[in-house]
């Protein structure tokens, strides 16, 4: 069972900002949004006795979240709003357009350095911070992408239906991410822990 802690309102209310801030990203759409997020809260509260304590609570919500989201998805697909690339995605583009010679190989002020993972607790969370920061930081269409494939765990294929994309542009967008994404990574994270 869970404890009063995790309904402490000011716990819940910074949990259900984060939520809505990444089912409206997926969504589009406030009202959906906020509704998939009440559901996901509300499936939690009264299915709480389902909870295993040995798991992280916050993870058990997220994963609730999610499923109500694919939900919504899969069942208000003809009404989700397609957007086109934004000046950010193609200022990303260029970004990794210049990443590379003409032989296909990394320029090296570009090319991606050895990481160590850091493995301290306080250092895990500092990094999911940063990465949190990078993911809020990515344009608006890309991040909706990246997360639907990466977070949400759909297919290619699926993406393509819900945003009304094709399969060469979503693998685009998805290289697109992932390079912006190490990008910042590196200059908010590596760069600043290296010999720490």
């Not at 992280?56 to 997220?62: I, P, Y």
């Not at 939900?71 to 970004?95: K, M």
């Not at 590379?100 to 301290?120: K, L």
Request: proline share 3%.
């Amino acid at each position: 069972m869970c404890t009063d802690a995790v309904w402490d309102s000011s716990n819940l209310e910074k949990l259900r900002r984060k939520m809505l801030h990444f089912a409206f990203l997926q969504l589009r759409n406030e009202e959906w949004a906020e509704d998939a997020v009440q559901e996901a809260l509300t499936s939690a509260y009264t299915k709480q006795q389902q909870f295993q304590e040995g798991a992280q609570w916050q993870t058990w919500v997220w994963a609730i979240l999610k499923n109500k989201i694919l939900d919504t998805l899969r069942r208000r697909q003809a009404e989700l709003q397609h957007i086109s690339p934004s000046e950010e995605e193609r200022i990303l583009d260029d970004i990794y357009d210049h990443a590379f010679n003409d032989d296909g190989h990394w320029q090296p002020q570009y090319r991606p350095q050895a990481w160590q993972m850091p493995d301290e607790a306080v250092r895990q969370n500092d990094f999911m911070r940063i990465l949190d920061y990078c993911l809020e930081h990515l344009p608006e269409h890309t991040a909706r992408i990246f997360m639907l494939r990466e977070i949400m765990g759909l297919e290619v294929k699926e993406i393509c239906m819900q945003t009304g994309i094709g399969s060469d542009n979503c693998y685009t967008i998805l290289s697109r991410a992932r390079n912006g994404l190490r990008l910042c990574l590196q200059r908010n994270w590596f760069d600043d822990n290296t010999g720490k």
